[in-house]
């Protein structure tokens, strides 16, 4: 049997549609992914950066008070969790920024940090009781909270920004108060990889007494 050449051109044209179609596939698919990853990145973007402002607030309002860093810290755990990202956390930081706009020290963010900041892994956040710190609170709410402030050093991986040596007097220049949030978001398609670390920080100055 003798087989057109024009037979021969469409069998061909065919095959290479075949391929054609499914390089395109791919990259649709790869789109779709990157997009979705994406999408569930930035939504974890907010809510990280909405934790990082409650501890930061909450901590510039307690300002010099024996319990700043104990319901900052609550505040971003609470915020964290009912986002659904309190068991992505990979570190959390408090730590004395000079500026309103100040980074967190390169020293606080080592394994093994240093500085004037405090650092917190993931379970030691996720574990954070009133026995994690050297602090007394009283259940009559006229009382101050006494005690240092500061972190026990079994309870976080560096304890050294205590409330007891900060300073909110305006006139000689208040402290910044600053949190550094880090997260791990889950790619939810792998083929674009494991995931990605979503990182937010917010300072704000302390607040002066009343």
């Known amino acids: 049997m003798i087989v057109s050449p024009k037979r021969l051109r469409s069998q061909s044209e065919d095959g290479a549609v075949v391929v054609e179609m499914a390089f395109i596939s791919i990259i649709l698919v790869m789109l779709i992914a990157g997009t979705f990853n994406y999408g569930f990145a930035w939504r974890a973007g907010l809510a990280v950066n909405e934790a990082a402002r409650t501890g930061a607030r909450v901590g510039s309002g307690q300002s010099v008070s024996r319990g700043a860093d104990y319901y900052a810290l609550n505040g971003v755990r609470s915020s964290l969790q009912s986002a659904g990202l309190l068991g992505n956390v990979k570190k959390v930081v408090i730590f004395k920024a000079t500026t309103a706009d100040g980074k967190v020290p390169s020293s606080c963010l080592l394994a093994s940090p240093t500085g004037l900041c ?7 956040l996720a574990n954070l009781t009133l026995s994690s710190f050297d602090l007394t609170i009283s259940g009559d709410p006229a009382v101050a909270p006494s005690g240092s402030g500061c972190l026990k050093s079994t309870a976080a991986l560096r304890s050294g920004w205590c409330p007891n040596v900060r300073t909110n007097i305006q006139d000689t220049g208040s402290d910044y108060y600053g949190v ?21 920080t917010a300072v704000m100055q302390l607040e002066p007494a009343v």
């Open 118 to 124: 405090n650092v917190l892994k993931d379970t030691q």
């Open 180 to 200: 550094y949030v880090e997260v791990f978001v889950e790619n939810h398609f792998k083929m674009l990889g494991q995931g990605q670390t979503v990182t937010r």
